[in-house]
């Protein structure tokens, strides 16, 4: 892989999703990262309706295009109330209406991240499962808990447990 597309789903100016996607895609040797902040592809709510009479919003086909110029993703997921943030679910309803197979085919690593003792799990699992549907290839993924105990911007993730599964599955979306 040469080109990452990185991001966390969140629309928080303060997001540790960002901060975490940011960190991985930088621990990747030889490669070309793109990091975007979600904040650059607000778009209206998703409606058939609004789409029939405006069309698909053309922050929708660019990022699709990013997608498309990418070798591989990592997203890190914000979780709310158990699943996506508001924010990344408009992007992905927007984008899936660009044309079929959303994700195409790309290596992704998802992550997720949270002040709590879950660490996200709950919309990773969802996201593990769901992104099939959408022509996601999940080749590695983690969870990392209490991000506040764990993770330092200055040396990354802390516990060295943790740290050990995370360079796990780096390498593994890094093999893909």
């Known amino acids: 892989m040469k080109k990452i597309l990185a991001l966390g789903a969140s629309s928080s100016q ?10 991985a ?15 650059v592809f607000e778009m209206p709510i998703f409606s058939v ?5 405006d069309g698909v919003p053309e922050a929708a086909q660019r990022f699709k295009d990013l997608i498309k110029a990418s070798d591989g993703i990592i997203l890190s997921l914000a979780e709310h109330n158990g699943s996506y943030t508001a924010a990344f679910k ?21 992550l997720a991240t949270s002040p709590g003792g879950r660490g996200g799990q709950t ?7 769901y992104f ?24 990354g993730i802390t516990d060295p447990e943790l740290s050990a599964q995370f360079k796990a599955q780096l390498q593994l979306f890094a093999a893909s």
């Open 25 to 39: 895609a930088h621990q990747l040797n030889d490669v070309e990262v793109t990091l975007i902040d979600l904040n």
């Open 123 to 129: 919309v990773l699992d969802l996201a593990i499962t």
């Open 90 to 110: 408009n992007l992905l309803d927007w984008t899936s209406r660009v044309e079929k197979g959303m994700w195409g085919g790309k290596p992704m690593f998802l």
């Open 132 to 155: 099939g549907y959408m022509d996601g290839k999940v080749v590695a993924h983690f969870s990392l808990p209490l991000f506040g105990q764990h993770f330092s911007a200055d040396t």
């Open 49 to 53: 309706a609004r789409e029939k009479v």
């Open 14 to 23: 303060n997001s540790i999703n960002k901060q975490f996607a940011y960190h």
